[in-house]
Each structure stands twice: as C-alpha cells, then as structure tokens.
C-alpha cells in the first residue's frame, strides 16, 4: 500500500487538495471525521478539539491515526489531517511506503477561510483562531509540515492551487 499524508494547518487548504485527489480517483479518509465520529458516540461536555486531546492523552498520541487504519484498504490511499509524529510512525507500521505532502498558507488568508467556511469549529475571533493553531502544534503539526516531503503553497488562485496539486499528486503516484 502507498499511504499519502496530507497534513496542514486548518485552513491552509487540505480539503481543496483531496478534492483534486478524489478527481483522481484516490481513495482517502479524514482523520478529523474518525474523531467526529467518535465524539458523536461519546456523552461530553468538551468540545471536538478537546475531545481529540483528551483521547490522546488516554490512549497515546497515535490513537487516531490507528484508528484510521482501521477503515483503509487500496493500493494507493491518501490520509488526511495527520497531526503528529506518532501518527506518521502508526502509518508507517502499516506499510514503508508512506510521503507526506504538506500544504501551507499565511495565518491571515487561513483564518479568512476558517471564518467564511462557517463550520461550528470556526473561529469566532484572532484570539481563538491563535489558541487553535498553538493547540495543533502543539500535537506536533508543526514538525509534521517541517518534516513533509513535498510541500504545496497556497497562496495563489484556486486554480493554480489546484493545478500544483494535481502536479504533485502525479509525481508522488
């Protein structure tokens, strides 16, 4: 199995980059929909992000990304929302055939983005927006996206997004 990891801070792009990949006909899963998934099942006051943590810090650092294994099964398969160190070594059990591909964006154009998307994670000010993205890097995103081997830059038009996109895809499988 040759595993993609696409990993990025919110709003940098992730979701555009699975829909070029899902045109492609590359299967994938999303690493925040298996935590969905689970907070939906559980009775909680915590909020989603808190919930994740929470899980975390019970089950061990890797727990969604063991958890996501768990639903996968193609030749080529691309995983998105990978946090962690920890989450990338659980890949990379599964199978050696594993590249992560990091999508960058300004902190500005990803919080005009998380506030236009309007979801019940979206940031309601900067403040919020900075502890959610110091939250994340603190699971290790950060050196997650240091670390990638190929970054995409979104800082450009939707279509040169995702004409980089589909360009990097191609040359990964």
Avoid at 17 to 29: D, E, K, R, S, T
Avoid at 105 to 133: C, I, K, M, W
Wanted: contains cysteine.
């Amino acid at each position: 199995m040759r595993l993609l990891i696409v990993t990025g801070m919110p709003g940098a792009g992730k979701e555009e980059f699975l829909n070029v990949a899902v045109g492609m006909g590359i299967p994938f899963i999303r690493m925040g929909d298996v935590v969905r998934d689970a907070y939906a099942s559980h009775v909680t006051d915590l909020s989603v992000g808190k919930f994740a943590e929470e899980e975390r810090k019970r089950y061990g650092y890797d727990i969604w990304a063991k958890r996501s294994m768990e639903r996968m099964s193609a030749p080529v398969f691309l995983v998105d929302g990978c946090r962690s160190v920890d989450e990338v070594k659980a890949f990379r059990s599964l199978t050696d055939d594993v590249s992560v591909i990091a999508i960058h964006s300004s902190p500005e154009v990803r919080y005009q983005r998380l506030v236009r998307r309007g979801r019940d994670d979206a940031p309601s000010d900067h403040g919020e927006f900075g502890e959610r993205d110091e939250r994340e890097i603190g699971w290790g995103l950060a050196k997650i996206i240091a670390l990638a081997d190929v970054t995409v830059t979104n800082d450009s038009t939707l279509e040169d997004f995702r004409d980089a996109s589909k360009a990097a895809l191609e040359r990964m499988i």
